[in-house]
Antibody, heavy 115, light 106 residues
Framework: EVQLVETGGGLIQPGGSLRLSCAAS????????MSWVRQTPGKGLEWVSV???????YYADSVKGRFTISRDNSKNTLYLQMSSLRAEDTAVYYC?????????WGQGTMVTVSS | EIVLTQSPATLSLSPGERATLSCRAS??????LAWYQQKPGQAPRLLIY???NRATGIPVRFSGSGSGTDFTLTISSLEPEDFAVYYC????????FGPGTKVDIK
């Protein structure tokens, strides 16, 4: 079964760091474009970052310099390292496969940035 | 950054009726537009990619059309499970989503 499972969310203080993981099954992460998308009640869906099959990475301006996307081919897992977290980073974070469009979504993991 | 505008914000219809949702881009996205459905507590689900292609397993009552800056998602006859929020998304980096159209029961 093709599936994505995110872990690593939680409550973190402003300025802190957190790493999200996304384990894939049924397909190979490094052969696909993979993105992180977040969702907040106030701002709807927001694309965060992408890693292409060739390894190139891109970020939304709102997270550039603070977030890093990466993958571990041996574990077939995607990561999002988040640092210097702000209250406005509070959201549900989804890992998604980009194959023509965002065709496979994980269940999401909640990140709450609050003191 | 390409801005997507969706209308209406809310569409109140009855089962069996036809739903027509609009998405407008601030500049041309060619045919690189997708539509997603989201129900409460669930992740979005891909319905349509490249403006008019149904994703795997999507019923034929869902159809997409348009190119350039104006796009439409049509649900030919609403089923009870179709009441949800629908988002459009363009695929030029940085990828952006529209604010959504909520289809609710009249």
């Amino acid at each position: 079964e093709v599936q994505l499972v995110e872990t690593g969310g939680g409550l973190i203080q402003p300025g802190g760091s957190l790493r999200l993981s996304c384990a894939a099954s049924g397909f190979t992460v490094n052969s696909n474009y993979m993105s992180w998308v977040r969702q907040t009640p106030g701002k709807g869906l927001e694309w965060v970052s992408v890693i292409y099959s060739g390894g190139a990475t891109y970020y939304a301006d709102s997270v550039k310099g603070r977030f890093t996307i990466s993958r571990d081919n041996s574990k077939n897992t995607l990561y999002l390292q988040m640092s210097s977290l702000r209250a406005e980073d509070t959201a549900v974070y989804y890992c998604v496969r980009d194959y023509f469009a965002f065709d496979i979504w994980g269940q999401g993991t909640m990140v709450t940035v609050s003191s | 950054e390409i801005v997507l505008t969706q209308s209406p914000a809310t569409l109140s219809l009855s089962p069996g009726e036809r739903a027509t949702l609009s998405c407008r881009a601030s500049q041309s996205v060619s045919s690189y537009l997708a539509w997603y459905q989201q129900k409460p507590g669930q992740a979005p689900r891909l319905l349509i990619y490249d403006a008019s292609n149904r994703a795997t397993g999507i019923p034929v009552r869902f159809s997409g059309s348009g190119s350039g800056t104006d796009f439409t998602l049509t649900i030919s006859s609403l089923e009870p499970e179709d009441f949800a929020v629908y988002y459009c998304q363009q695929r030029s980096n940085p990828f952006t989503f529209g604010p959504g159209t909520k289809v609710d029961i009249k």
